[in-house]
């Protein structure tokens, strides 16, 4: 049995009273329960305390945890931002690297077309004379060819001979038609077959159009070095012409002086003589007129230099002549031409009378000649 359970038990006599309790024993029994007490508190006390010590740490553990956690979703948020404006600035940058190449292809193009434009500037240059307020003129095909472009000449006139070199490409051909609506009609119906023998080709009708000025102007100065010869006879070989031209005009008595070059103008049928000083030339302009060999009146003006400063074109189209496309190199260029020209020539394939007809095959170059069209009789 254990002290608190002796401490339980109280003497009682067989007649029922109580014995007296020394006061000094409840005392000590009272300090006895309250050690006991105060020991369990203690424990206790020591208990919490672990707990709370754990606590605290675990809290500090969670505090640094949730820091570093917070500093590596703040960088993952600074990557993912930076992430993100990298790509809009590779999305922004691709835009304007297609934007550059697109504006680079334009640009090249724009190079090319004004690089025609020049050359076509160059060559309505070469053609064109003096001449101001140019009205507009229908051009034809004639039937007229040439292998090399001509040479411009430089007339005494300020009008101006339509005359378009027209550079053929291989596998096409040119039909002028007498009538216009004919032609207007062929271009319509755009494809056409033909029968050649047993088998059918399908050629492509499409009109006909050129780059032409439309307005000139030109700063024209007198050549202090050159004369210009007209009125020359016409029953005299040209080469025995020139050579007697250049002994006339060399000699000091004639008013004339060292040549340095004699030039036929093809075109017009005048020359021109340039001198090797200033000067010259108006001493013998100034006369006019000149009798060579006692023979020949020609008629000696001044040689007028002339510089385009305003040039304007207009696109024009012949109206009778039709320009066939896509022939195949399948016979012979005359057999080929002919099976043309004859299809073309019936009413009940749309075609109609043929005034001119000029087929270049492929692998060939040919310039055709267009001249101002002349009104028609009807």
Do not use: W
């Amino acid at each position: 049995m254990s002290d608190e359970q002796l401490q339980k038990f109280s003497v009682v006599t067989t007649n029922g009273d109580v014995p007296g309790v020394n006061p000094l024993d409840q005392v000590l029994q009272e300090i006895e329960r309250q050690k006991a007490t105060y020991e369990k508190l203690l424990a206790d006390h020591r208990e919490l305390s672990k707990d709370t010590d754990q606590n605290v740490e675990l809290t500090k553990r969670f505090q640094k945890r949730s820091a570093i956690l917070r500093q590596i979703l703040t960088e993952d948020e600074m990557e993912q931002a930076q992430g993100l404006e990298l790509y809009k600035e590779d999305t922004r940058l691709c835009a304007l690297q297609e934007t550059e190449g697109r504006l680079k292809e334009e640009i090249q193009k724009m190079k090319e077309e004004l690089c025609c434009m020049d050359k076509l500037t160059h060559e309505l240059g070469k053609q064109t004379q003096v001449s101001t307020a140019m009205p507009e003129k229908r051009v034809v095909f004639t039937g007229s060819v040439s292998v090399a472009e001509a040479s411009a000449g430089t007339s005494s006139s300020i009008d101006m001979n339509v005359r378009i070199m027209y550079p053929m490409e291989g596998g096409t051909a040119l039909v002028t038609f007498e009538d216009a609506e004919v032609a207007q009609s062929i271009i319509s119906m755009e494809q056409h077959e033909i029968r050649l023998g047993d088998c059918f080709i399908r050629v492509k009708a499409q009109p006909v159009q050129f780059l032409m000025p439309s307005h000139i102007e030109v700063d024209t100065r007198v050549c202090p070095r050159r004369i210009l010869l007209s009125d020359l006879p016409k029953k005299v070989e040209m080469k025995r012409l020139l050579d007697r031209l250049e002994i006339h005009f060399q000699k000091g008595r004639n008013g004339g002086g060292e040549v340095e070059t004699i030039d036929l103008l093809r075109d017009s049928g005048n020359v021109v003589i340039t001198f090797a000083e200033d000067n010259v030339a108006k001493g013998l302009t100034d006369k006019k007129y000149h009798v060579v060999d006692n023979m020949y009146k020609l008629r000696v003006t001044p040689f007028v230099n002339g510089e385009i400063t305003n040039l304007q074109t207009r696109m024009s189209v012949s109206q009778r002549t039709v320009l066939l496309t896509e022939i195949p190199d399948i016979m012979e260029q005359e057999n080929m031409q002919d099976s043309l020209e004859i299809h073309f020539q019936k009413g009940g394939n749309g075609g109609g009378e043929v005034d001119a007809f000029i087929y270049n095959p492929l692998g060939h170059r040919t310039l055709a000649i267009f001249e101002e069209d002349s009104p028609r009789k009807k």
